[in-house]
């Protein structure tokens, strides 16, 4: 499944942006979807997941209460609603696809990656 993340821009600290991420090539409701970020000088780290139907989803720590993962699978699209952000949050995005939304928040559990999209928050 190729998979193309947009939205991401230049936001001040508080305010809110809406990652997108569209996929093609292969069944987008047999994947389920995550979200990570990887800072300047630091590892990728988790996001956000979402199962394939999107009953269940999965955040880390940092952004609980403030970010919020979607998906439609009519339109093969995953979102990534950012709100309250902070500068900690600059990093560029990735979006990506997994078998089992129990493995999506591991790198090694990730079938698929997406180019990233850059998210700078300034203070």
């Known amino acids: 499944v190729q998979l193309q993340a947009s939205g991401g821009g230049l936001v001040q600290a508080g305010g809110s942006l809406r990652l997108s991420c569209a996929a093609s090539?292969?069944?987008?409701?047999?994947?389920?979807m995550s979200w990570f970020r990887q800072a300047p000088g630091k590892e990728r780290e988790f996001v956000a997941a979402i199962s394939w139907s999107g009953g269940s989803t999965f955040y880390t720590d940092s952004v609980t209460g403030r970010f919020s993962i979607s998906r439609d699978n009519a339109k093969n699209t995953v979102w990534l609603q950012m709100n309250s952000l902070k500068p900690e949050d600059t990093a560029v995005y990735y979006c990506?696809?997994?078998?089992?939304?129990?493995?999506?928040?591991?790198?090694?559990?990730?079938?698929?990656w997406g180019k990233g999209t850059l998210v700078t928050v300034s203070s």
């Open positions: 990506a696809a997994c078998a089992v939304v129990a493995v999506c928040k591991n790198l090694s559990g990730i079938g698929y």
């Open positions: 090539g292969r069944t987008f409701s047999n994947y389920a």
